[in-house]
């Protein structure tokens, strides 16, 4: 059963730095990987999808990178802002059905003026 | 405006007294899905449904119900709810479930108490 993992849990900043979120899962054979974005009492936003077959995706600030082998994805976030604030969840595909979704439990980050 | 719309967002309510939480969204999706986020536990399935009339077990389902009448509606009934029910739930949808596009599309969320 593929697991998902997030570290650090929480993570503080001061605004302008660069900083990289972390996700690890278990299972090597993902279909995709999804980076989304979740504000208090919101839903979840979708940042970043990759699929298997690629190594990285850009949006902006934001770049997502995958290494399948290692089960490993970053969410690199560059010069962040306090508007940036908010929990950050991967999500593992494990096929091509939405059924076969996996999500971490979230990194909340505070990107401090 | 794309989107899916649940009710109520916040509801304490007493063990035992039967509850609906409904999603609706109005894209033409044929794939929903509930979802409950507890904290360090991140986002578990609960049920999901392919399309009208077609509904599956997740990860979590005990003490969960679900039905699809319609293809925008897909409501999460508690019979009879009980505290470890309390949490933040997350209806979800995608246009397709065989075709993981990573569109999936969630309502803002309900928060459930339950004393």
């Known amino acids: 059963k593929q697991e998902v993992t997030q570290i650090p849990a929480a993570l503080s900043v001061p605004e302008g730095e660069n900083l990289v979120l972390n996700c690890s899962f278990t299972d090597s054979a993902i279909y995709n990987l999804q980076w989304f974005r979740q504000d208090p009492g919101k839903g979840l936003t979708s940042l970043l999808l990759i699929q298997s077959s690629q190594r990285e995706q850009t949006s902006g600030r934001l770049n997502a990178s995958l290494d399948k082998s290692s089960g490993r994805s970053t969410l690199y976030i560059a010069a962040s802002q306090p508007g940036d604030s908010a929990t950050y969840l991967c999500?593992?595909?494990?096929?091509?059905?939405?059924?076969?979704?996996?999500f971490g439990s979230g990194t909340q980050l505070t990107v401090l003026p | 405006e794309a989107q899916v719309t649940q009710n109520p967002r916040y509801l304490i309510t007493v063990t035992g007294k039967k509850l609906t939480v409904t999603c609706s969204q109005n894209m033409n999706h044929e794939y929903m899905s509930w979802y409950r986020q507890d904290p360090g536990l991140g986002l578990r399935q609960i049920y999901y449904s392919m399309n009208v009339e077609v509904t599956d077990k997740g990860d979590v389902p005990e003490g969960y119900k679900v039905s699809r009448k319609e293809k925008r509606n897909f409501p999460l009934i508690l019979e009879s709810p009980s505290p470890n029910q309390t949490s933040l739930y997350f209806c979800?949808?995608?246009?397709?479930?065989?075709?993981?596009?990573?569109?999936?599309?969630f309502g803002e969320g309900s928060r459930l108490t339950v004393l």
């Open positions: 999500a593992v595909g494990s096929s091509g059905s939405a059924r076969q979704l996996t």
């Open positions: 979800a949808s995608t246009l397709r479930a065989s075709y993981n596009t990573g569109e999936l599309f």
